[in-house]
């Protein structure tokens, strides 16, 4: 440790912490205690700060948020904008979902294009609960890609004659951008992002009148 006081950085000479008194009142009048980490700060009385650090304020702040009734609302807001999004409703159009074409024993043909959606929709038809509905056309699938060497080739009497690799009903939607988490991009990756964002927001403002 440097022969310094922590208040002023003035030589304290012999003293342990302060270079006078002075110093001394100021500091205990200074002083708090950080509320995320317990740590010891200084800030003068008038200031409203109460964390000691860059770090903790920004930890104090998510918290804060994170009680605040807006993050529940826009928590809520975003599931419910999950259900009608064509992208993650369970509707046909849903991103994750393929299509297939089964057969039923007695011969129908169907074509589909969310298969865990269909079964819900189906079941006074199918020979088992929707899940294992599903499971079972699933395994025929995995069947028919070789994964599985004496796999199945029906369920119950039904059988797959055709799956896709992608779902058809999203033939005209825009292809979906690939999400990278920030962590994982790399830093030229990241100034593009900020670059991007900044010219996003200058066209913004660029197209709304009256500001
Ligand atoms: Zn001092
Ligand atoms: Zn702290």
């Given at each position: 440790m440097e022969n310094k006081c922590v208040v002023c950085g003035k030589d304290k000479g012999r003293n342990k912490l302060f270079c006078s008194q002075e110093c001394r009142v100021k500091y205990l009048r200074n002083k708090r205690t950080c509320v995320i980490c317990g740590r010891e700060f200084l800030a003068p009385p008038?200031?409203?700060?109460?964390?000691?650090s860059v770090e903790c304020e920004r930890k104090n702040r998510m918290i804060n948020w994170k009680t605040n009734p807006i993050y529940a609302m826009t928590l809520e807001r975003a599931h419910e904008a999950a259900k009608t999004n064509p992208n993650t409703?369970?509707?046909?159009?849903?991103?994750?979902a393929k299509s297939w074409v089964i057969v039923s024993p007695q011969g129908t043909r169907y074509e589909i294009n969310n298969l865990a959606l269909w079964a819900r929709e189906h079941t006074d038809i199918l020979p088992s609960t929707p899940d294992l509905f599903c499971d079972g056309i699933r395994a025929i699938k995995r069947t028919q890609e070789g994964k599985?060497?004496?796999?199945?080739?029906q369920y119950r009497g039904w059988t797959l004659e055709k799956y896709y690799d992608e779902n058809l009903s999203r033939k005209d939607f825009p292809e979906r951008k690939k999400r990278v988490s920030r962590s994982r991009m790399s830093d030229e990756q990241r100034l593009e992002r900020k670059r991007q964002r900044a010219r996003d927001q200058y066209q913004k403002r660029k197209n709304s009148p009256g500001e």
């Open positions: 008038s200031s409203g700060k109460i964390t000691c409703a369970p509707v046909e159009t849903n991103a994750t599985k060497k004496r796999g199945a080739h």
